[in-house]
């Protein structure tokens, strides 16, 4: 036997329902973080020279992380 039941309600009615907490107000701090700091560095985007001088200084730096991250990752998953 298969039952179906299709419930009609808005995400923040869902939340409510499940009790859930609501994170408008979180999520509107990030991204008005996130604007201004892309508001900062918008010379980055326009100027070619500038965008690739900053993404090869740091290139090496987040792949180094990446892969600390991913080997971490790994190790746990051994051990579990």
């Known amino acids: 036997m298969k039952i179906t039941i299709d419930i009609d309600c808005t995400p923040a009615e869902a939340r409510a329902f499940m009790g859930l907490p609501d994170l408008s107000g ?10 201004e700091k892309m508001k900062e560095q918008i010379d980055t985007i326009s100027d070619p020279v500038k965008f690739w001088e900053r993404a090869i200084m740091s290139g090496g730096q987040s792949m180094e992380a990446f892969q600390a991250a991913f080997a971490k990752a790994a190790s746990a998953s051994d051990k579990g």
């Open 26 to 35: 979180v999520n509107k701090v990030v991204t008005t973080s996130l604007e």
